[in-house]
């Protein structure tokens, strides 16, 4: 996979590529998947090149042009939208999976959207994701360590440490 980076959108690295490395492990043909805060559009072009109908969606102005260009350079079909986490999403509309690499650093008053973020970050998007995601299907996120973030009913499908943190990719399901 080709991408191209910007400086005012979070560089892929090793919590992004652990994510990507759980996407490839599953069966989305024809699946409708959500890659929420897409950044480069890494998770949206991996699930798209395994058949899935995918919505990347970023705050970012700037991540949105991004990850359609980099969409382009891989060939792979991808609807890209601004959007504050789902606001760009109809209230009643469904996916099998959404994807979220959230800016799960602690910091009680976020500079950057793409890092900083923390426990209200990832609270936020579950109460959210929770209604876009169909009967049967899953939740995949990144959290990190330092949030201290205790949630129930998560299942761990990866961790990985990197220095000082432990990096972990949660799941949920609807019920």
């Known amino acids: 996979m080709q991408l191209k980076h910007h400086n005012l959108v979070y560089e892929d690295r090793e919590d ?3 994510l990507q490395s ?3 492990t599953l069966d989305l ?3 409708r998947v959500i890659d ?3 950044g480069t559009g890494i998770q949206a072009i991996t699930a798209a090149k395994k058949g899935a109908e995918v919505f990347a969606l970023d705050i970012n102005p700037i991540a949105c042009s991004l990850a359609h260009e980099n969409s382009n350079l891989n060939n792979a079909d991808v609807k890209i939208l601004c959007s504050d986490l789902f606001t760009a999403i109809k209230e009643s509309e469904k996916f099998d999976f959404i994807f ?3 800016p799960y650093l602690p910091d009680e008053e976020p500079r950057d ?3 900083s973020g923390g426990e209200q970050a990832v609270l936020r998007f579950i109460e959210q994701a929770k209604n876009h995601v169909s009967k049967n299907g899953r939740i995949i996120f990144v959290f990190s360590s330092l949030t201290g ?3 129930k009913n998560v299942k761990i ?3 990985q440490k990197f220095f000082q943190e432990i990096i972990y990719i949660g799941e949920l399901t609807r019920d």
């Open 149 to 151: 973030l205790k949630l």
């Open 29 to 31: 043909k024809g699946k």
């Open 16 to 18: 992004s590529w652990l």
């Open 36 to 38: 929420l805060g897409t």
């Open 113 to 115: 959207l793409a890092w």
């Open 100 to 102: 979220y690499n959230s």
């Open 22 to 24: 759980i996407i490839e």
């Open 157 to 159: 499908l990866a961790s």
